[in-house]
């Protein structure tokens, strides 16, 4: 399936354009290429289901945010050490 995307593209020739549009549709292998870690994401606790909601309620209880209360708790952990 081929779509018409531009009639002109500065720079390139129509044959150019062809040529690019044929190995885009074709695809490309990326088995072989090593993976990029995205910088605008950080790895991330994951919190069991069962804690979550008890985190969830507690922080409703206490008029919080879950984060502000798992934050608040490890600060607490970490300085008790």
Known sequence: MMFEMADHVS???GDQ????AAEAERGHDLDGRPG????HTREAPSVPTDLLDEIVARA??????PQELVRRAL???LRSA
């Open 60 to 65: 409703e209880h206490d008029g919080e945010s």
């Open 11 to 13: 720079g390139l020739s």
């Open 36 to 39: 990029e870690p995205n910088p």
């Open 17 to 20: 354009i062809a040529r690019a």
């Open 75 to 77: 600060v607490r952990y």
